[in-house]
T-cell receptor
Framework: RKEVEQDPGPFNVPEGATVAFNCTYSNSASQSFFWYRQDCRKEPKLLMSVYSSGNEDGRFTAQLNRASQYISLLIRDSKLSDSATYLCVVNRDSGYALNFGKGTSLLVTP | GAGVSQSPSNKVTEKGKDVELRCDPI?????LYWYRQSLGQGLEFLIYFQGNSAPDKSGLPSDRFSAERTGGSVSTLTIQRTQQEDSAVYLCASSLAGLAGADTQYFGPGTRLTVL
C-alpha cells in the first residue's frame, strides 16, 4: 500500500463550482499534514496545513480524520486560476521529510 | 528575498556519465531536502540535512546517489553512472528549522535530468 493515496482525477469543473478532494495515508504515526499545489512544470507550493480541528483559508477548507487516516480539501467558488494539481502531503516517520501523494488534477473551465 | 535556486535547470546526459546538481537554499534556512519527481509519479524523498547533524539518507535509491552540504548552505546531489531510470525532476527544498509541522518547505524550480 502506498504511503499517501489520492484520486488522480482529472476533475473538470465549471467556474463557481465546489469541488472536494480526498486522500488517505497509511502511517498512523504521522503528525503533520498538508495540501500543496503544483502548477504544470512548476515546483510545489504550500497551499495550507491541515489540523485535526479542521481549518479554513478563504475558499479552501481542509479536514483531517485521524481515526480513518483520511484528509480532505474543499474548494468553493472555483476560479480559473485554481486549475492545478493538488498534492496531499504527510510527514514521514522521522517527522521532517515529507511523503507526497501523486496529486489530483483540477481543471476549472469558463 | 531570493527563494531556493537550483542549477542547472535542465541537464541531458548519456547513460553511464556522472552528474552534479546544485541547490542554494534560502538564506538562514537550516534544513535542506532533496526529492525527485518522475513522470506521472509523486515526489519521492531522497535525503535530508539539518544543521550539523548527520544527514538522513534513507530515501536514496542506490549507492550511485550521494549528496553533500557544505558550510550548512549549498548542497550538491551527485548521481554516478547514470541510468535511464534516473531521468526525473530533482527538487530541492529548504525550511527554517526542519521541525515536523512547524515550518513550511520552500521548493526550488528543480533540475530536469534526462538520461539518454
Amino acid at each position: 500500500r502506498k504511503e499517501v493515496e489520492q484520486d488522480p482525477g482529472p476533475f473538470n469543473v465549471p467556474e463557481g463550482a465546489t469541488v472536494a478532494f480526498n486522500c488517505t495515508y497509511s502511517n498512523s504515526a504521522s503528525q503533520s499534514f498538508f495540501w500543496y499545489r503544483q502548477d504544470c512544470r512548476k515546483e510545489p507550493k504550500l497551499l495550507m496545513s491541515v489540523y485535526s480541528s479542521g481549518n479554513e483559508d478563504g475558499r479552501f477548507t481542509a479536514q483531517l480524520n485521524r481515526a480513518s487516516q483520511y484528509i480532505s480539501l474543499l474548494i468553493r467558488d472555483s476560479k480559473l486560476s485554481d486549475s492545478a494539481t493538488y498534492l496531499c502531503v504527510v510527514n514521514r516517520d522521522s517527522g521532517y521529510a515529507l511523503n507526497f501523494g501523486k496529486g489530483t488534477s483540477l481543471l476549472v473551465t469558463p | 528575498g531570493a527563494g531556493v535556486s537550483q542549477s542547472p535547470s535542465n541537464k541531458v546526459t548519456e547513460k553511464g556519465k556522472d552528474v552534479e546538481l546544485r541547490c542554494d537554499p534560502i538564506s538562514g534556512h537550516t534544513a535542506l531536502y532533496w526529492y525527485r519527481q518522475s513522470l506521472g509519479q509523486g515526489l519521492e524523498f531522497l535525503i535530508y540535512f539539518q544543521g550539523n547533524s548527520a544527514p538522513d539518507k534513507s530515501g536514496l535509491p542506490s549507492d550511485r546517489f550521494s549528496a553533500e552540504r557544505t558550510g550548512g548552505s549549498v548542497s550538491t546531489l551527485t548521481i554516478q553512472r547514470t541510468q535511464q531510470e534516473d531521468s526525473a525532476v530533482y527538487l530541492c527544498a529548504s525550511s527554517l528549522a526542519g521541525l515536523a509541522g512547524a515550518d513550511t518547505q520552500y521548493f526550488g524550480p528543480g533540475t530536469r535530468l534526462t538520461v539518454l
